[in-house]
């Protein structure tokens, strides 16, 4: 004690490791500011701080509630007057009933935070901390409501995100002073409208709740900069945020919001909306004045016109307009020379690719289901596109224009009128994805050789030729579809897939025994699979499990209750029943199996 020491590891030791040698450190009137304890790993151990101008005490893995409370109020005597910060980081207890620190901090303690632990119990633990501005405990398994927190007058930041919190908001309408407030991921429910009178709010993070009714709780926050109200189930129109002129961010996807995009016309800061899964209606037009707009998803409403209000926005790098009822050309894009994502597919837009001609920027592009028109040849100079899909379009011509396209991973142009040979992609070395189904394309598979990371091929349904010779280093092949095309000879350039799990050979020319067929162990279905054999005699092959075709299903959501085969939407394999996995898809790809 009586020194100016700021740091305990020049000792040779750290609190935070454990020194279960020591069990008295006094390490009073010295220079810390920041100390890391470990309860855990010195469970003896008793320190004096006080007369330090201590601002900040971290305390690590934290287990046992009864075991902290008397290791924090017994053996660490705190300097009262100066703390202002406590984090505690990697605990795991129940904290109901629990005092972490003595009641002398109430007052003093200004932020509360828990770091990459995981707690249970309710908020009761913090509602006589009436001087706390910021409290942080995401992540963790706290239930009840907000009405521990009712009276804690002073907070100015709030985060709750990923817990099991119920109840309303009617709780937190006297917390004025709010700036930020995160409850993402919880079980809220109720409405909007107790937020009302919190106008000095920045910062909202309602997503992924059970709110209902309008936006009328938020038509007083102009100073509101960041707003995310995605995934409940809010109705009305956006016109309460016709007063929320700062805002620069706004996610409000899957809801069932109505009305126009005009509200818009005044928030000259706006630089991300997304407003996916609503039911908007009317045209792009409220947009013209947002010229930093960055990101812009308004996928699956009911919008229409043309795309002539983007002309203006320059600064567009991510503009997603799937399923709904846009027409006219690609022309008015072509301001937006910094694209990086375009998915416009499912609409009914038409012309020619060309206006694209110029977007060296492109890596994602869903252009299908549309009536674009003409070839690909205007394509010829991009090589920074990862993604592409075109398919259920008119294009017509040859792939040659694809060919500069050496990171292109995805490639699905199903269902148009193209001709020509394959060997015309041969540089797409990278390529995992391709749908060529339903063209009129001709020649032989050679040129499909250098796709060695290719495990989706589909070509059904051209006019292919000659043998299967030039598949037999295609490993990594998992689906493979050449039904209706005019193949032959035999089917050993299939003998090294080994991790086929779906085939389909319907309609075509090729011979040989069944034999080949039941090397193929992951195989799940088997269409076509029937060859005659030297003798003249027909075997087929059938899965060990005959399966029954599985329709793609859409049930909303995987989280409460786990997917079964072909449902969805899942994101990761947690959510699905034992032994399926998630596809994640970024549109209307086929998914395997179904």
């Known amino acids: 004690s009586g020194n100016a020491l700021d740091d305990v590891q020049g000792f040779g030791f750290n609190l935070a490791h454990g020194i279960p040698s020591i069990i008295e450190l006094d390490l009073s009137r010295n220079n810390f500011r920041q100390f890391v304890i470990s309860p855990k790993r010195s469970p003896h151990l008793r320190i004096n701080l ?71 119990g309710s908020l009761k633990l913090w509602q006589t901390m009436h001087s706390l501005k910021t409290l942080n405990l995401q992540r963790s398994k706290l239930t009840g409501t907000f009405e521990p927190l009712s009276k804690l007058t002073k907070l100015t930041s709030l985060d709750l995100t990923d817990n099991r919190i119920s109840g309303s908001f009617k709780w937190l309408h006297k917390l004025v002073a709010l700036e930020s407030l995160r409850v993402e991921l919880n079980s809220l429910s109720g409405t909007l409208d107790p937020l009302s009178e919190l106008t000095k709010m920045r910062y909202l993070n309602t997503a992924r709740n059970k709110l209902t009714g309008s936006l009328h709780g938020l038509r ?62 009317g045209t792009l037009d409220g947009l013209k004045q947002l010229k930093v707009l960055r990101h812009l998803d308004v996928r699956f409403n009911y919008l229409n016109g043309t795309l002539e209000p983007l002309t203006s926005l320059s600064f567009l790098s991510s503009l997603m307009l799937t399923r709904n009822n846009f027409t006219g050309t690609l022309d008015w894009l072509k301001h937006s020379a910094g694209l990086i994502t375009l998915y416009a597919d499912i609409n009914h837009l038409s012309g020619t690719m060309d206006p694209l001609g110029g977007f060296k920027s492109l890596e994602y592009v869903n252009l299908g289901f549309n009536d674009l028109t003409g070839t690909l040849d205007g394509l010829i100079i991009h090589t920074s596109i990862k993604r592409l899909y075109l398919s259920s379009n008119r294009f017509n011509g040859t792939l040659r224009g694809l060919s500069n396209m050496v990171r292109l991973k995805v490639l699905n142009v199903a269902k148009n009128q193209l001709i020509g040979p394959l060997h015309e992609i041969r540089p797409l070395k990278l390529l995992q994805v391709l749908d060529l189904r339903d063209n009129k394309l001709v020649g032989n598979l050679e040129g499909l050789e250098t796709m060695s990371m290719l495990s989706y091929f589909d070509a059904a349904n051209n006019r292919l030729t000659g043998t299967l010779d030039g598949l037999k280093l295609l490993t990594s092949m998992s689906i493979l579809d050449l039904s209706g095309n005019h193949l032959s000879r035999t089917l050993d350039g299939l003998l090294q897939m080994t991790s086929l799990t779906l085939l389909s050979l319907n309609e075509t020319n090729l011979t040989g025994t069944a034999d080949i067929f039941a090397r193929f162990k992951q195989l799940q279905s088997c269409q076509g699979c029937c060859a005659v054999d030297d003798g003249g005699v027909l075997r087929c092959f059938t899965v060990r499990e005959e399966t029954k075709p599985f329709l793609v299903n859409v049930v909303g959501g995987c989280k409460a209750n786990l997917c079964g085969r072909c449902q969805g939407d899942c994101d990761s394999d947690d959510q699905c029943l034992d032994g399926l996995k998630c596809f994640q898809r970024v549109n209307w790809e086929d998914v395997p199996g179904c």
């Open 50 to 120: 006080r007369g330090n101008p201590l601002s900040r005490v971290d305390f690590l893995t934290l287990v046992d509630g009864a075991a902290t409370k008397t290791y924090l109020h017994e053996r660490i005597l705190f300097p009262m007057n100066t703390i202002k910060e406590t984090r505690f980081r990697g605990c795991n207890h129940n904290i109901d009933g629990m005092v972490p620190l003595p009641p002398a901090f109430d007052g003093v303690i200004s932020v509360y935070a828990y770091e990459f632990s995981v707690l249970k």
């Open 220 to 281: 007083r926050m102009q100073r509101l900069k960041y707003l995310d109200i995605s995934s409940n189930a809010l109705n009305g129109t956006l016109v309460p945020l016709s007063a929320t002129t700062s805002l620069h961010t706004l996610h409000a996807s899957d809801n069932d919001l109505k009305g126009t995009l005009n509200v818009f016309r005044k928030h000259s800061s706006l630089q991300e909306i997304v407003l996916s899964n609503n039911k908007l209606v």
